[in-house]
């Protein structure tokens, strides 16, 4: 299975992107979908995580201006991020659990995000 992560780019503070993240190959189902982010000299952190269902989680610091969703049809994760903000700045990644002879874990190649003050 491979995630393409697209969307990303140069945004001034206060605005807005959406990132999108499409799952192809062969697999029976995808469960969770979630988008991770690594700033320079951080560690890798959880922004937002989707299940099949359409339940919900965020990072403390989205809460209020990201938004997960998902097109199960399209095997696609959408971010929207609103309110950007300097701190954002980061590679963000796609990631996702699938099934095809057993579970499985994903990434995507990351998308850039960058913020300006």
């Known amino acids: 299975v491979q995630l393409q992560a697209s969307g990303g780019g140069l945004v001034q503070a206060g605005g807005s992107l959406r990132l999108s993240c499409a799952a192809s190959?062969?697999?029976?189902?995808?469960?969770?979908m979630n988008w991770y982010r690594q700033a320079p000299g951080k560690q890798r952190e959880l922004v937002a995580v989707?299940?099949?269902?359409?339940?919900?989680n965020y990072g403390d610091s989205v809460k209020g201006r990201f938004t997960i969703s998902r097109d199960n049809a399209k095997n696609t994760v959408y971010l929207q991020m609103n309110s950007l903000k300097p701190e954002d700045t980061a590679v963000y990644y796609c990631?996702?659990?699938?099934?095809?002879?057993?579970?499985?874990?994903?990434w995507g190649q990351g998308t850039q995000v960058t913020v300006s003050s």
């Open positions: 989707i299940t099949s269902g359409g339940s919900t």
């Open positions: 990631n996702a659990d699938y099934i095809s002879d057993s579970w499985h874990n994903t």
């Open positions: 190959g062969n697999f029976a189902s995808i469960n969770n």
